[in-house]
């Protein structure tokens, strides 16, 4: 079947602009997450949501960030006011429960 | 806080030789651990996984792991590499209730033909 799928594959913006990422899970799964990917600091949590519970947002760097999930399924990403700093591949992954987690490909942001 | 150290930033190896790549953790109770593999250009893929029972797990492509709990450690290992296993590969961790995957920094994987 169909795996998470993330657009736009890639993005690059000027500093200052606001970007919206998009992830479409797993059709079916419950919970969906997204994380960052850079060089220096890895593989870092950003935010989770499960169900209709309020979303976990204790990764999220600062209060330029926030992420939707409408309708249990589609959720975005966005990040206002982008800095040098967001450059990185932003990662969406979705699970059936809350254990093992499916990727998607990633968006790689770059702000110049 | 949890956290996943992988000891091995990169690791140069020739095929058929013997792999392992270190993994340890630190969390109090009761985890689930995972390593993933990202090849290159291709996205993160789940390999294996541990959540309970036989602590030596069996993954894809001949991977295998042992749960050493007094040890709080996750091996990844295999008995004979390939060129096609070059990859970055990640360990993993949630425990408790929480949702959202610890990884370790990530270790590089050369396999030289």
């Known amino acids: 079947g169909a795996g998470v799928s993330q657009s736009p594959s890639n993005k690059v913006t000027e500093k200052g602009k606001d970007v919206e990422l998009r992830c479409d899970p797993i059709s079916g799964h419950t919970a969906l997450y997204w994380y960052r990917q850079s060089l220096g600091q890895g593989l870092e949590f950003l935010i989770y949501?499960?169900?209709?519970?309020?979303?976990?947002k204790s990764g999220l760097p600062s209060d330029r960030f926030s992420a939707e999930r409408t309708g249990g399924s589609v959720s975005t990403l966005t990040i206002q006011r982008t800095q040098q700093e967001d450059s990185a591949v932003y990662l969406c992954?979705?699970?059936?429960?809350?254990?093992?987690?499916?990727f998607g490909p990633g968006t790689r942001l770059t702000v110049t | 806080a949890q956290s996943v150290s992988q000891h091995n930033h990169h690791v140069i190896l020739s095929e058929a030789a013997s792999l392992e790549l270190g993994c340890n953790y630190s969390?109090?109770?009761?985890?689930?651990l995972f390593w993933y593999v990202q090849y290159p250009g291709q996205h993160l893929q789940l390999l294996l996984k541990y959540f309970s029972g036989d602590p030596l797990v069996k993954g894809i492509k001949g991977f295998e792991a042992e749960f050493i709990k007094s040890k709080f450690s996750f091996n990844l290992r295999k008995p004979s590499v390939q060129w096609s296993d070059t990859a970055e590969y990640f360990c993993?961790?949630?425990?408790?209730?929480?949702?959202?995957?610890?990884f370790g920094k990530g270790t590089k994987l050369s396999v030289k033909p």
């Open positions: 993993a961790v949630n425990g408790g209730s929480q949702g959202n995957l610890i």
């Open positions: 969390y109090g109770g009761t985890v689930n």
């Open positions: 949501f499960q169900g209709n519970s309020a979303p976990d």
């Open positions: 992954a979705s699970s059936p429960h809350s254990y093992e987690q499916y």
